[in-house]
């Protein structure tokens, strides 16, 4: 029987290994048939509208900040520059139904709460400016009371308008 010849340096080295890249992500699902984003048409350019508002969840700014700014700023205006009196309540009016609407499409039918809270905070900080910005007002109980309630059927009316539309969509 042959020797078989151990030593170190008469045996074949081997070249080192490549590393190994990990496996390939898996490729996404395509899209459901039902999909709308995918589809052509006024359905799917409405779904992709709504999709990125969904997507972004609560417009705390655009839909508690700004309508009460906005309506500030004209009730102001009405005071000292002497805007008409409608300005200010259509100002109440448009911003109160473009919130509902943007809360609508961003939160669908889980911020139903939500939208009916909103839209009285934004009715009670119009009342409280309100009440600042012209002084003492005659029955300020009645003017409180159709301010918020003037901000809440405006506000979750198109919340409520929207929602059915835009659950249909997405």
């Not at 900080?125 to 159709?146: D, W």
């Amino acid at each position: 029987m042959p020797r078989r010849n151990r030593s170190p340096q008469r045996q074949r080295r081997l070249p080192a290994a490549a590393p190994m890249s990990p496996p390939p992500s898996p490729p996404p699902p395509p899209p459901a048939p039902d999909d709308l984003h995918y589809r052509t048409g006024i359905m799917g350019w409405f779904a992709r509208i709504f999709a990125p508002m969904r997507d972004a969840r609560d417009p705390y700014d655009q839909t508690l900040v700004l309508p009460a700014l906005i309506t500030i700023i004209i009730m102001n205006l009405n005071h000292v520059r002497g805007f008409p009196d409608w300005t200010v309540s259509a100002a109440i009016i448009g911003t109160a139904l473009m919130s509902g609407a943007w809360l609508g499409a961003a939160l669908g039918i889980a911020g139903g709460f939500r939208a009916m809270l909103r839209s009285i905070s934004v009715g009670a900080i119009e009342t409280a400016i309100a009440f600042l910005i012209y002084g003492k007002l005659e029955r300020p109980a009645i003017v409180a009371y159709q301010l918020i309630f003037l901000n809440f059927f405006a506000f979750f009316g198109l919340f409520i308008i929207l929602l059915g539309h835009c659950e249909i969509l997405l």
